[in-house]
């Protein structure tokens, strides 16, 4: 019995962990959409709260006055922390996507802005209009991402709570009265039993995070392929042809994959490429540019209206496409628990018990 309580006692570490494990809910990035009561607790500043203060600022420009002194406006009516210091060092000059700090900083939200306030000075656009598109953009967005968190909560608890189905399994057999620990420690077939469970349960893991990944992306500073749309369409209202306007909207950016991939395009514009041509070589999720660039053609359409409609319902599909995507990852979590963890809990839990419990009338169990 004593080198049954030391094992048990050398267990108790591990499964107080993947309690605890399973009971956390996994981290959120920063700038993730959070609960409004947490917002009460902590007052990081997350998505929601970047576009209430680019509300506050479209309707102080929208009053008459200049950026800098709309920052400082805003500044002083927002409570201190770290939107109030960044407002404060906007309107000293500052691009809010490098003076940004903490939890503000790489955040899509801040991103956006800053390219907005980008394209305004690179087109003339009107700050205010793009700035209140911009809020609305990025409400959207906020109540997406929330979607989002519901959608994937309950799979991702099944998963975290089916990972430590195979601990379960020794903790049943004991209350059975078995001995799987001692089994398991002290006899070759044991070994070659926890060992082979222990292999089950950690390709159940992998496996089960590579669905969850693929499903469920992280968020990335990236600004969202909608924004994009909007800032294309407030260049657009400002009198640029199409080329111009993406064209800045790439240069007002971040450089990365869409800055060049919108680069691209502006150039093969301005070498006399249709647009619907054009935008066909941009990445899927402009495929609306493209869509838009062909009913302004055909049908002398307002292509800003249609760009900014385009962004709406793409952010607007969020919520449904998260859906659907949790449904399909709840389907798909049940072959790594029938072909891994299952087993694994049979091999660490059920066959150890029942060794144990026939105890002499099996030879395997050693000495």
């Known amino acids: 019995m004593g080198s049954l309580h030391a094992a048990v006692w050398a267990m108790a570490p591990a499964l107080a962990l993947s309690l605890l494990w399973v009971l956390t809910p996994p981290p959120q990035r920063p700038w993730a959409a959070r609960p409004a009561h947490r917002r009460a607790v902590a007052s990081r500043p997350g998505a929601l709260d970047v576009a209430r203060m680019v ?34 060092a906007v309107a000293a000059g500052g691009d809010p996507r490098r003076v940004a700090t903490g939890h503000l900083r790489g955040s899509p939200a801040l991103s956006s802005l800053g390219a907005a306030l980008a394209v305004c000075e690179r087109t003339g656009a009107p700050t205010a209009g793009v700035l209140q598109g911009l809020a609305v953009a990025l409400r959207d ?18 998963a975290r709570i089916l990972l430590v189905l195979p601990l379960a399994g020794l903790g049943l057999g004991m209350l059975l009265g078995g001995d799987p620990l001692r089994l398991l ?45 909007e800032l294309i ?46 935008a066909a070589a941009l990445p899927e999720e402009f495929e609306a540019l493209g869509q838009s660039a062909v009913l302004a053609e055909l049908a002398g359409a307002d292509l800003a209206r249609a760009l900014r409609s385009a962004a709406q319902d793409a952010r607007r599909g969020r919520a449904r496409a998260a859906e659907e995507r949790a449904a399909r990852l709840a389907v798909r ?35």
């Open 333 to 367: 979590l049940v072959l790594p628990t029938g072909l891994t963890l299952l087993p694994a809990f049979v091999v660490l839990g059920i066959i150890p018990t029942v060794m144990s419990l026939l105890g002499g009338a099996l030879t395997l169990t050693g000495p």
């Open 55 to 88: 509300e506050r600022l479209a309707a102080v420009i929208s009053a008459g006055s200049g950026l800098r002194r709309a920052w400082s406006a805003v500044a002083g009516s927002l409570p201190e922390g770290e939107l109030a210091a960044l407002a404060r």
């Open 141 to 158: 967005l906020h109540d997406a991402s929330l979607a989002r968190r519901t959608a994937f909560a309950g799979p991702r608890s099944t």
């Open 185 to 229: 420690a002290s006899s070759g077939a044991g070994n070659l039993l926890l060992g082979l469970g222990l292999v089950l349960t950690a390709a159940g893991w992998w496996w089960m995070r590579r669905l969850i990944s693929r499903a469920d992306p992280p968020v990335t500073g990236r600004v969202d392929p909608s924004v994009v749309l």
């Open 233 to 278: 369409a407030g260049a657009l209202e400002s009198g640029l042809p199409l080329a111009r306007a993406m064209e800045a909207v790439a240069e007002s950016l971040t450089p990365g994959p869409d800055a060049e991939a919108l680069a691209r395009a502006a150039s093969s514009l301005r070498s006399g490429v249709p647009a619907p041509v054009a």
